[in-house]
Structures are given as C-alpha cells and as structure tokens.
C-alpha cells in the first residue's frame, strides 16, 4: 500500500508557545525528535546508522580533512567524526532534519511526509512562518508536506505572501453546521 512507503513526520504546533520569533527553533528542537522517532522507531539512531545518515561527510573527512587520523586511528576519526554530527545535531538542527529527510528518500527509498497539525490554531504570522519552514525541507529534497491554515491565511498569504512565491496544492475543508457537531457529541456521549 501506500502507506508502506511513506515515512510519516508528526509535529503538533499545539504543544508550541504561540510565538512567532521562537517558532523555528521549536520546531528544529521538536521536529528532530519527531523525525528521529519516525525513521528509528522510537529508538536513537545508532553509530552505523548515523555513518549512513551522514555518508558524504564521512567520506569527505575520511579522505580530506581527517584522512591522517583515519590511516593512523580509525576508533579516533570515528569518535571525531560522531562529535562532529552531534555538534551539528546541536547547533544546526534544520540542517539535521534535512539530511534525515535526505536518508528517508535515498537510503530508505520512502516518501517523508511531515504533518505540522494545529497551525491553524495560531496568528497569520506564525502559520506564515511554518509554512515558510515547511517549505525549506520540502526544497531540500522533497517530501510531502501537510499544513493546515485557515482560509483567511490561504488568503492573505496568497496575495502577498509565500503562497503566492511557490507552487503548492490547498484544499478547503467544509466547516461543519453546528448542529452536526452537537449531533456527533451527544452520540459520543451516548455509547
């Protein structure tokens, strides 16, 4: 099926302070647990797998830079090279995320999917900036990305904001009559 393929990335803004300036480094700090969780099954990814999540620069210190240490000791350069990744886990984590996203369509031959739900629960200015964060992983390397904004975002953003700049897919979602939603719960309630 589908869904065999895809490698879903969750991320509920709901848990999120509401700040527009702080949005990004939540979303690096949460989105790279979230994207760990996904692709490791709730496990931390383990040497090997890090090596492979980050092959280029591991051949490229192994045969530039770190290339003496590595002939010499090679538990050394690995050590270096395992300091190396966790500082940039540590102080460039979108750079993180995408190499993740990366690994998923490369090595993993799956589609990443990352969901950012409850965005439409904040102000036009943060949803903007989620979109527009969303949108420098989807670019990185593709993934689908599903974004929930309202229809007065959709608008606005489309006019004279980044919905306007690139190409995406919206759908509209019908608000229910409150008399279905009053329907729903008392059947809730009921069972």
Known sequence: AVANDCNLIRENLAAA??????????????????????????????????????????????AGPLAPLYEQDKARFQIE????????RKDDPHKYIQQNDHDIVRSRKKLPVLL?????????????????????????????VLLPITDQTSWQMSRQGALQSFEHEAFF??????????????QYLEA
């Open 173 to 186: 979602l019908p608000v229910p009559q409150i008399y279905r939603v009053f329907e729903r719960l008392i």
């Open 81 to 88: 090279f395992g300091t190396r990744v966790e500082q940039i």
């Open 17 to 62: 302070e509401g700040d527009p300036e702080r949005v990004v480094p939540w979303l690096n700090r949460s989105l790279l647990e979230s994207a760990e969780h996904a692709v490791y099954a709730g496990q931390p990814p383990t040497f090997q797998q890090i090596q492979g999540l980050f092959y280029g620069e591991y051949t490229r210190l192994r």
């Open 116 to 144: 950012v739900d409850n965005t439409d629960h904040h102000n036009i200015k943060l949803q903007e900036r989620v979109y527009l964060y969303a949108r420098s992983i989807y670019e990185s390397e593709g993934c689908m």
